[in-house]
């Protein structure tokens, strides 16, 4: 696909391609370096969850726990793996199909590519009533993120743990 391409499925699921050059939501850190410095605490990160799933796994805690952790995880590793190799692997998207393997090199060096985007769930589009405060009349659209399947791992795995407190932490 075209970097902006969609394919609309429904009219609240679109497949569209973007990339994601920085963190959650388009932001980003500071260039080339903070790219290098949010890849290395992602890394970080992951060290640090596997060393924390690996204790509530010798710890025989609920399943629900190590789930969750697990779907952290996995989500973890796929969006460093995407920004750490994509760049390396495929030609830009701008303008046409991104090339696998260009012969002049990839678009971007190791750790310095976008995390690729492609699921958007606007799930209400549309004018605001006039009754609404500071927004009435403004055009709105309600879930405006485009994610992928990491993203989602990590967010199902946050919302197990966070639906799941109480049972999955409370007292023995």
Known sequence: MVLGQEYEIASWFIIHFTENNGMAFG???GGNWGKYALSIFRILAIG??????????QKNMKPVV????SLILAGAIGNVLDSAFYGLLFSE??????RFLPSEGGYAGFLQGRVVDMFYFPLYADYLPEWI????GDYFVF???VFNVADTAISV???LLI?????AFGNK
């Open 27 to 29: 932001m980003e850190f």
């Open 48 to 57: 640090g969850i596997i060393y924390y799933l690996r204790e509530l796994i």
């Open 66 to 69: 190590i789930t969750a952790f």
């Open 93 to 98: 998207s701008y303008g046409e199909v991104a």
């Open 133 to 136: 405060p500071f927004k009435g």
């Open 143 to 145: 879930f405006r993120p």
């Open 157 to 159: 795995g946050v919302g």
């Open 163 to 167: 639906l799941f407190q109480k049972s």
